[in-house]
């Protein structure tokens, strides 16, 4: 069974930086596009970053120019790096892998990321 583990959450100030990382396991990594999401209380989880297995990279408008997404196929694992950081940008965020090649899809169980103001 795939198993994504998600780390780097916290508390952090407006203003500050974060970097998330998710690494993957039982899985051949680059035939997975990779996302992050996020989700507050209340709210549709949403689509934050993604990047295929190449460089390919899609973002939300609200983390454009602040969030970067890259991978290391090398180490299975996913970052997101977050700067510029607002207190709305607070919530749980997800990795998320989606198999490439077919429907197969798995999540993280989620870090919290806080951001005080």
């Known amino acids: 069974q795939v198993r994504l583990v998600e780390s780097g959450g916290g508390l952090v100030q407006a203003g500050g930086s974060l970097r998330l990382s998710c690494a993957g396991s039982?899985?051949?990594?680059?035939?997975?596009?990779m996302e992050w999401h996020r989700q507050t209380p209340g709210k549709q989880r949403e689509l934050v970053a993604a990047?295929?297995?190449?460089?390919?990279?899609n973002y939300a408008d609200s983390v454009k120019g602040r969030f970067t997404i890259s991978r290391d196929n090398a180490k299975n694992t996913v970052y997101l790096q977050m700067t510029s950081l607002k207190p709305e940008d607070t919530a749980v965020y997800y990795c998320?892998?989606?198999?490439?090649?077919?429907?197969?899809?798995?999540w993280g169980q989620g870090t919290q990321v806080t951001v005080s103001s």
């Open positions: 990047m295929t297995s190449g460089s390919n990279t």
């Open positions: 039982r899985m051949y990594f680059s035939s997975y596009s």
């Open positions: 998320h892998a989606r198999y490439l090649f077919g429907t197969d899809a798995y």
